[in-house]
């Protein structure tokens, strides 16, 4: 029998029900996997004994012929961004060190009752701040993969949901929940060459995931192929009265839905995304994209989103302002560090607190966005961020007069090394794919295209219509089914 921590979700789903393997071999095959991982420093937390108890519930539920769930005897990552019951949960931030949550995110109770259970807390940015894991106060997570062509300094896995990229590139989950505010379930996944889909915004429920900028902030699945994804995204998704933002809408059947024929489909290639200075690499895949759905069936048609040069600037003043308000919480009153030192009054420990509670990215944003609040600057930058934010809005609605759906590159480049973008400016530049489709709030995909000379993964990335999750997932399977990438890191940890 293959090795069980080869199997993607489907499969393992599958092999449960049929009784081929049991929910229990899975579960202790992934564990031994993640506790055999340390190196890559993917979990913060690991939770074998919850993994053990949702496969044995899962094994009892089939012995006494009862119907399993969509997840039964699926074992997967969650990110530390959810809030879990009675586990830790930090962001991946000092100053959540110690706190453990009372409740469950609403997604993360989803997962659990569809079956599948918790492997561990997978290691982000700190806040879901960065785009390369390397934020995190827990020190960052190492990619499973090393480059091809003798140059081997360890890389990074993508961020923020850099833990959940690596864990599931290494096989050490078949799957992994994400969050995206700007990108960080679509990057990670293509620099680990991995699947990951944001949703629309609101289809699954914010409630119980730290906030980090909460008009953007989308919770999603990460997994090998595109199947998994949409298997993954039924059971996190759907209306929740805690959260004023979900939508109150059925979750439509994506896995039985999906359809890799695009005939009558209109893709669009956005001009305005061949952006200076991109590698030639990029572009010959973002070709091979095209001629890939073209094969499929679809009519390609050239569309034009005028503000995208706008969206990342944008984006730098919105998400930093919702942060600098949501992070305000962080006070040493109610949640983790708390630096009080005899004699100390209120006021010093609110300073003390996050001075020390805050890595320097993080509190780079709080300067920022408490910055473009105030009285003296809040029109001249967060009104002006609205307005353009409202105009790349526009620019979509535009293009889907012509289109169904849009096919992009994720990310300017491949997995760079750790260490290689010290200018926070560099990093930023990093999102210019992913952010525009998160200012307008849009789902998008990103699914692995093929490998530069160095052997790394690329993505490349669909986004789709408000609600359309489906044209997104059929347009990634067509891709998926004709990109055949079946390359994946070699072991070395
Ligand atoms: N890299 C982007 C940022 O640092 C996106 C992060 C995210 O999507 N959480 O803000």
Sequence with gaps: MTDLTDLGIRDIRDGVRAGTFSAREVAEAFTAAVAAAKPLNAFLVETPEHALAAADAADAARAAGEAP????????????????????????????????????????QKLWDAGAGMLGKLNMDQFAMGSSNETSYFGNVVSPWRRADGGNAPLAPGGSSGGSSAAVAARIAPGATGTDTGGSIRQPAAFTGISGIKPTYGRCSRWGVVAFASSLDQAGPMARDVRDCAIMLEAMAG???????????????????????????????????????????????????????????????????????????????????EASSNLARYDGVRYGLRD???????????????????????KRRILIG???????????????????????????????????????????????ALGE????????????????????????MSVPGGVDTGGLPLGL????????????????????????FVARPGRWW
């Excluded at 973008?421 to 998008?444: E, H, I, Q, R, W």
């Design 239 to 321: 209306f929740d009265p805690k959260d004023a933002t979900s939508l109150d809408l059925e979750v439509p059947r994506w896995e039985a839905g999906l359809n890799a024929s695009l005939k009558g489909k209109r893709v669009g290639i956005p001009k305005e995304y061949r952006v200076d200075n991109m590698p030639a690499e990029i572009d010959a895949l973002w070709q091979r994209g095209i001629d890939w759905l073209r094969d499929a069936g679809a009519e390609v048609v050239e569309v034009s989103l005028p503000h995208t040069r706008y969206a990342l600037p944008a984006y730098y003043i919105i998400a930093p302002a």
């Design 69 to 108: 769930g969509p997840l039964a005897g699926v074992p997967i990552g969650m990110k530390d961004l959810f809030c879990t019951k009675g586990v830790p949960s930090t962001a991946a931030s000092h100053i959540l060190e110690g706190f453990t949550p009372e409740y469950e995110s609403t997604v993360s």
């Design 461 to 484: 990335q669909i986004i789709g219509k408000p609600l359309d999750e489906q044209g997104v997932l059929d347009a990634a399977l067509a891709i998926e089914e004709r990109a055949g």
């Design 370 to 416: 408490t910055y473009v609040l105030s009285a003296g600057f809040y029109d001249a930058y967060y009104t002006q961020a609205q307005k353009v934010r409202t105009l790349i809005a526009r620019d979509f609605e535009r293009a889907w007069e012509r289109c169904d759906v849009l096919l992009t590159p994720t990310a300017p480049s491949a997995a760079f």
């Design 340 to 362: 009080l030192p005899d004699g100390a009054n209120l006021q010093e420990m609110y300073a003390r607190t996050r001075a020390e509670g805050f890595g320097d990215e993080v």
């Design 421 to 444: 973008k010290s200018d926070p400016l560099a990093m930023y530049l990093n999102d210019v794919f992913t952010v525009p489709s998160s200012l307008a709030g849009l789902p998008a």
